[in-house]
T-cell receptor, first 114, second 114 residues
Framework: AQKVTQAQTEISVVEKEDVTLDCVYE???????LFWYKQPPSGELVFLIR??????QNEISGRYSWNFQKSTSSFNFTITASQVVDSAVYFC???????????FGKGTKLSVIP | SAVISQKPSRDICQRGTSLTIQCQVD?????MFWYRQQPGQSLTLIAT?????????ESGFVIDKFPISRPNLTFSTLTVSNMSPEDSSIYLC???????????FGPGTRLLVL
């Protein structure tokens, strides 16, 4: 069975601080995909990144960066110099190769205080 | 990514009634998915809807309660039948993304059942 754990339920930071959202996953598959989605207060789910299990390179996109470590089954997400617009619930998710079934974590609510 | 719209964006319904939610995508996709997100919770897959075949329901969800139609490659509906307050949730549709295994989500339908 697959499982995604986001231990941080809520995080509050002051604007311009860096923040890391943790994601730990469990799977018996050797090939799988990891995702991060952002859900702002309006409710839509915004795709941020997909990473496959064979690519452990860290990725940076503007103020966002992702640290994938297979050894610890973690796929953490860092926002640098946070902004109020980053306030949202962030979901980490997992799927096996060849499947569209997503297993979501419970989400981390990030509040960025001006 | 595909542009996905949902109607209605929100609704308040009376117990015992039914609501049909529409999902429209701007390009042809084989697979569409329906999710439920109960208040403060993560997303749970209700069913997978492929054009030309019966929807495949996840454990805990049945066709009588959540009938789904998929008449063509750009459109699907989810009906929430005989509603109770426990059905108050955000209902989201998603579609497969190009490149496999990625899903893109619609803006969601916020449903409140009184």
């Amino acid at each position: 069975a697959q499982k995604v754990t986001q231990a941080q339920t809520e995080i509050s930071v002051v604007e311009k601080e860096d923040v890391t959202l943790d994601c730990v996953y469990e799977t018996r598959d050797t090939t799988y995909y990891l995702f991060w989605y952002k859900q702002p207060p309006s409710g839509e789910l915004v795709f941020l990144i997909r990473r496959n299990s064979f690519d452990e390179q860290n990725e940076i996109s503007g103020r966002y960066s992702w640290n994938f470590q297979k050894s610890t089954s973690s796929f953490n997400f860092t926002i640098t110099a946070s902004q109020v617009v980053d306030s949202a619930v962030y979901f980490c998710a997992l799927s096996r190769a060849g499947s569209y079934q997503l297993t979501f974590g419970k989400g981390t609510k990030l509040s960025v205080i001006p | 990514s595909a542009v996905i719209s949902q109607k209605p964006s929100r609704d308040i319904c009376q117990r015992g009634t039914s609501l049909t939610i529409q999902c429209q995508v701007d390009s042809q996709v084989t697979m569409m998915f329906w999710y439920r997100q109960q208040p403060g919770q993560s997303l749970t897959l209700i069913a997978t809807a492929n054009q030309g075949s019966e929807a495949t329901y996840e454990s805990g969800f049945v066709i009588d309660k959540f009938p789904i139609s998929r008449p063509n490659l750009t459109f699907s509906t989810l009906t929430v039948s005989n509603m109770s307050p426990e059905d108050s949730s955000i209902y989201l549709c998603s579609v497969e993304g190009r490149g496999g295994e990625t899903q893109y989500f619609g803006p969601g339908t916020r449903l409140l059942v009184l």
